[in-house]
């Protein structure tokens, strides 16, 4: 990957409180239709179901018509903002 794209050093300590492992996908942005976070699901879904051992984090608010997209990001009871979470398979 070229170093443009890289996260640069990221603290460990976030990962950690985040639930995150090493490696992830990172995703910003509000949760809602326009900004097409299905898409980025549906290639993460294939990465994890083709074998790869990833983590994806979503970090964003909400926003409008999130609901259905919230539930698949974070499948487990409790969320907060930040937390990390693998999509069902």
Request: proline content about 7%; cysteine-free.
């Amino acid at each position: 990957m070229d170093a443009h794209f890289s996260p640069g050093e990221v603290s460990e300590a976030v990962l950690a409180d985040i639930g995150a492992t090493r490696p992830f996908v990172l995703t910003v942005g509000t949760l809602q239709p326009r900004k097409n976070l299905g898409a980025v699901l549906a290639a993460f879904e294939r990465l994890v179901r083709d074998g790869a051992d990833l983590t994806l984090v979503v970090v964003g608010g909400a926003g409008w018509a999130q609901r259905a997209t919230t539930e698949r990001v974070a499948p487990q009871p409790r969320q907060r903002e930040g937390d990390a979470a693998r999509p069902r398979r």
